[in-house]
T-cell receptor, first 116, second 113 residues
Framework: AQSVTQLDSQVPVFEEAPVELRCNYSSSVSVYLFWYVQYPNQGLQLLLK??????LVKGINGFEAEFNKSQTSFHLRKPSVHISDTAEYFCAVKSGSGGSNYKLTFGKGTLLTVNP | EPEVTQTPSHQVTQMGQEVILRCVPISNHLYFYWYRQILGQKVEFLVSFYNNEISEKSEIFDDQFSVERPDGSNFTLKIRSTKLEDSAMYFC????FGTGELFFGEGSRLTVL
């Protein structure tokens, strides 16, 4: 069985500061990894995904994440955050390399609050 | 841009009542899902649906839950007799071959009193 751990439930930062949201996963097979963002009163929007290839993945809104197989991590980073980045961020994993059955396992989420 | 739409956005019901949550997946998608998020907890997989049948379900998805694709566009989640612990945000999602991701709706918040 797979699991996802987001170590920080809340991360407060100041505007224009860098941020890293941590995600670790456990899975006995190859994985696909995702970061979703949920703005207040909205649904889940895909930020970025790792399926294969380069371990550094770039997503929307200036976010990027690095897949580290040896550390089983997929941390999300942004060099300079904006007020509008305030949202809940979810890391998710899909195990297995094939198929279209997207049964995802989610972490508990990290609330990023960007202060002026 | 195509999107997954869900109705209602918020429903309040009494314990023991039946509830139907509706979803319109993206039109050319073939795989459909329901997830739920109890306040303050993880987003959890409930059920996946393909080719007019359930392909996988979680332990949460007991006999009180059912899913249906009554026509070519809608995908519904029914809870027959709601319990207080069914209060949650329910997300519908869809995908298809080659998309590499799940597309989520904005969620339906269910409050059971």
């Amino acid at each position: 069985a797979q699991s996802v751990t987001q170590l920080d439930s809340q991360v407060p930062v100041f505007e224009e500061a860098p941020v890293e949201l941590r995600c670790n996963y456990s899975s006995s097979v190859s994985v696909y990894l995702f970061w979703y963002v949920q703005y207040p009163n909205q649904g889940l929007q895909l930020l970025l995904k790792y399926l294969s290839g380069s371990t550094l993945v770039k997503g929307i809104n200036g976010f990027e994440a690095e897949f580290n197989k040896s550390q089983t991590s997929f941390h999300l980073r942004k060099p300079s955050v904006h007020i509008s980045d305030t949202a809940e961020y979810f890391c998710a994993v899909k195990s297995g390399s094939g198929g279209s059955n997207y049964k995802l396992t989610f972490g508990k989420g990290t609330l990023l609050t960007v202060n002026p | 841009e195509p999107e997954v739409t869900q109705t209602p956005s918020h429903q309040v019901t009494q314990m023991g009542q039946e509830v139907i949550l509706r979803c319109v997946p993206i039109s050319n998608h073939l795989y459909f899902y329901w997830y739920r998020q109890i306040l303050g907890q993880k987003v959890e997989f409930l059920v996946s649906f393909y080719n007019n049948e359930i392909s996988e379900k979680s332990e949460i998805f007991d006999d009180q839950f059912s899913v249906e694709r009554p026509d070519g566009s809608n995908f519904t989640l029914k809870i027959r007799s709601t319990k207080l612990e069914d209060s949650a945000m329910y997300f519908c999602a869809s995908t298809s071959f080659g998309t590499g991701e799940l597309f989520f709706g904005e969620g339906s918040r269910l409050t059971v009193l």
